[in-house]
Every structure is written in C-alpha cells, then in structure tokens.
C-alpha cells in the first residue's frame, strides 16, 4: 500500500494505510446501512445481500463488538440510514469507524484480512496503461507513436 503513518491516539498505535483501509470500509458499510438501515446491526446475513453489503455488515458487526463505545457506532448507523442521502451521516459513521479502529490494532489487522485486496487501477482495454506509482518519463500508447526528447 502507500505511506504509512502515525495516528494520535491514546493508545500510541501505528497504523498503516489508514486512509486506504477507510476508504474500502465506508462505502461497504454504507451500502450495508442503505439496505437494511438501523437493523443491519441486528439482522442475520441474508444470502440474497450483494457482496458489498455482506461485506458492510459483517465489518460493522467486528466493529460494534469491539468498539469502546459501540452505542456511538450503532448512533451513526441510526442517522445514515434516516438519511442515507446526507454526506455528513456517512461522515459521522467514517469517524466512527476510525475511532474504533485507532484504539484497537488487533482489530485493524482483522478488518483489512476481511477486505479485498487492492489491486491496480484499470481503467481502459487494450493499449491502455496503468500506472501503480509515479513515472518518470515517457509512457505511449497506440500504433505508430512516436516519442522525441530533447534536452
């Protein structure tokens, strides 16, 4: 994955991609609260759910278990899904995802096993080119192409 950094938090943890890790986590437990709203936290898995909202559920279900304070968790869930539309109800259940994982390196661990691993980002066909990193020269595509440098 990318950088890695430090986080304040109490327990002094390090933790690695954090951001990244968020970043996958969210939207799956936002696609969770948008199906099932506040009883995503109750209901049993649904083998009808897509893999998305399987994968929200079952990360909210680690998190609420291990979460210090798991009434704020099941709060932010509760405002996401009165209103799944508002940015900041998924922001306030992001920050509670983070809080959680901050305080808890074990669990950091657990949830990234559970999330797919990221892989390049492919974004056309043939003759298309996918960079994972920084370039530093030239990159071409199509038949015929033809490069100068002149320095």
């Not at 990318?2 to 969210?26: A, C, H, K, R, W």
């Not at 936290?41 to 990360?59: F, N, S």
């Not at 995802?97 to 990221?118: F, K, M, N, T, Y």
């Not at 920084?134 to 320095?151: M, Y």
């Amino acid at each position: 994955m990318g950088t890695n950094f430090t986080l304040d938090t109490p327990t002094g943890v390090y933790v690695s991609d954090l951001e990244v890790m968020l970043g996958q986590i969210v939207p799956a437990a936002g696609a969770a609260v948008a199906a099932y709203g506040a009883a995503v936290l109750r209901q049993a898995e649904d083998e009808a759910a897509g893999a998305t909202v399987r994968l929200g559920r079952r990360i909210l279900a680690r998190l609420r278990g291990r979460a210090a304070d798991p009434a704020a968790l099941d709060g932010a869930v509760a405002d996401l899904a009165a209103e799944p539309d508002d940015p900041d109800a998924l922001a306030a259940l992001r920050f509670q995802i983070r809080r959680a994982l901050a305080a808890d390196p074990a669990l950091v661990q657990e949830i990234a096993a559970l999330l797919p691993a990221a892989g390049p980002d492919r974004n056309g066909g043939a003759g298309s080119v996918a960079v994972g990193g920084d370039v530093s020269g030239i990159v071409s595509v199509g038949d015929g192409a033809t490069n100068i440098v002149r320095r």
